[in-house]
T-cell receptor, first 113, second 113 residues
Framework: SQTIHQWPATLVQPVGSPLSLECTVE??????LYWYRQAAGRGLQLLFY??????ISSEVPQNLSASRPQDRQFILSSKKLLLSDSGFYLC????????????FGPGTRLTVL | AQSVTQLDSHVSVSEGTPVLLRCNYS??????LFWYVQHPNKGLQLLLK??????LVKGINGFEAEFKKSETSFHLTKPSAHMSDAAEYFC???????????FGTGTSLTVIP
């Protein structure tokens, strides 16, 4: 069966510090991968999605970036965090075919102070 | 373009009474529709999905949803609310290729003992 992992589960970082969040998927190959952010009490905002290694689509301009160095690994990064980067970050995968389903990781709670 | 509208940001029901969470969609083709549940500080869990088979879809934890093309609706229901149903619920539509997913703004369900 497929599983998706995210780490760390929680993170507290000062403004201006770098960020690296990692997501890995097991039990499937060539998944579509997604990064979402959920601000407190709000819905999900799609940040990035990837349909293959090295292929990243960005949905919103921001100081975050994403990379996909391996087929089942998706990394969210920042060189300098802002206060507004605080939120709950969710990684998800799907099979990429019509009517397929998106499956979510447990999330990372990021607090920028 | 695809989109979903969740008509209620908050719903409050008494334990043991029926639950109705409303969702309307907009799509230029026959859509795939999903409902997810999110408990605090957790990832999203798939409740059910519609993929152009039966219009009445049964999901986990006693939830079901009915696809009504004439009304462009996909409302989520449960005959009897349980305290553990208190959570945030998201209605989602996927694009024609199954690569992107469009989320509603969420409905927060409160269950009163």
């Amino acid at each position: 069966s497929q599983t998706i992992h995210q780490w760390p589960a929680t993170l507290v970082q000062p403004v201006g510090s770098p960020l690296s969040l990692e997501c890995t998927v097991e039990g499937t190959s060539n998944p579509n991968l997604y990064w979402y952010r959920q601000a407190a009490g709000r819905g999900l905002q799609l940040l990035f999605y990837s349909v293959g290694i090295g292929q990243i689509s960005s949905e919103v301009p921001q100081n975050l970036s994403a990379s996909r160095p391996q087929d089942r690994q998706f990394i969210l990064s920042s060189k300098k965090l802002l206060l507004s980067d605080s939120g709950f970050y969710l990684c998800a995968w799907s099979g990429g075919s019509l009517a397929d389903t998106q499956y979510f990781g447990p999330g990372t709670r990021l607090t920028v102070l | 373009a695809q989109s979903v509208t969740q008509l209620d940001s908050h719903v409050s029901v008494s334990e043991g009474t029926p639950v109705l969470l409303r969702c309307n969609y907009s799509s230029s083709y026959s859509p795939s529709l999903f409902w997810y549940v999110q408990h605090p500080n957790k990832g999203l869990q798939l409740l059910l999905k519609y993929t152009s088979a039966a219009t009445l879809v049964k999901g986990i934890n006693g939830f079901e949803a009915e696809f009504k093309k004439s009304e462009t609706s996909f409302h989520l229901t449960k005959p009897s609310a349980h305290m553990s149903d208190a959570a945030e619920y998201f209605c989602v539509v996927s694009d024609e290729g199954g690569n992107q997913f469009y989320f509603g703004t969420g409905t927060s369900l409160t269950v009163i003992p």
